[in-house]
């Protein structure tokens, strides 16, 4: 199974947005995809599926995306983590007494990749290097899983010096940046857009995998043109037959 991990410049980037376009564009495509928000932070208490219980409106999406011909994932398979407050998930689970165990994700991560699916989409929490506890943080979980990173960078004053910076970590811890995606988070392009998306493409040696204009109706799968889903599929097959033998045990 192919795994993507969506991670981002910075909190709000769009990772959620780029997620479930990417979900709706392979699914398009013929793959059947799962999907994960191993830790959400922020939600509401409400009724889903007779049961009330803490939810996400991120994993709702994600979960939501999934068509028919994918496997309907359960609430739980999609958002194993889920805390109340919007603020930092360590210390939102501190808050909740509660430990965010990078094994407990993994083994969960594995646990789905028992499932009838052939791509897993794992969107992250905030940037690159947000903590999981006082020793991880978001990139072992793209690391440890072998993940395939697909860097969101959000369209704002800042964002080449952000997109730079995590590329430079990305590539530090070991991971594969497969390509990246530009996200306009507003109804108004920031100042000289167009000159900061040539500069990323300039500066980032992954290839730009599309440019997401502002769309309310995200969730309906509606700026899937807009991302070069071939380029991406060409992308995996490439990254998997450089894997060695062992790496690929």
């Known amino acids: 199974m192919d795994k993507l991990f969506i991670a981002g410049t910075d909190t709000d980037a769009g990772k959620t947005v780029v997620s479930v376009t990417l979900l709706h564009a392979l699914q398009a495509q013929g793959r059947r995809c799962l999907a994960l928000k191993p830790v959400a932070a922020g939600a509401t208490w409400r009724l889903h599926e007779g049961q009330e219980r ?12 999934l068509a028919t011909t994918s496997h309907q994932q359960t609430y739980d398979q999609v958002n194993p983590y889920c805390f109340a407050e919007p603020i930092a998930p360590h210390i939102a689970a501190e808050h ?3 430990e965010l165990v990078l094994a407990d994700i993994l083994q969960h991560i594995r646990t789905l990749e028992q499932l009838p699916a052939e791509v897993l989409v794992i969107e992250g929490a905030g940037g690159w290097l947000v903590p999981l506890n006082a020793q991880q943080s978001m990139a072992d979980i793209a ?25 430079a970590a990305i590539s530090a811890s070991g991971a594969n ?14 100042v000289e857009q167009a000159a900061n998306i040539a500069s990323l493409e300039q500066r980032l040696s992954a290839p730009c995998l599309g440019v997401l ?34 790496k690929k045990a």
């Open 177 to 190: 940046l497969v390509g990246w995606v530009a996200n306009q988070p507003q109804p108004q392009p920031m």
């Open 213 to 246: 204009p502002y769309c309310p109706t995200w969730r309906q799968g509606h700026l899937v043109d807009y991302l070069a889903t071939n380029q991406l599929l060409q992308s995996l097959l490439a990254a998997n037959s450089s894997l060695s033998p062992a």
């Open 54 to 65: 803490w939810m996400n409106d991120d994993a709702e999406a994600l979960q939501q995306a």
């Open 143 to 167: 690391v440890q899983s072998a993940a395939q990173v697909i860097l969101v960078v959000g369209l704002k004053l800042g964002c080449i010096n952000h997109a730079l910076l995590t590329a």
């Open 96 to 98: 909740a007494e509660q």
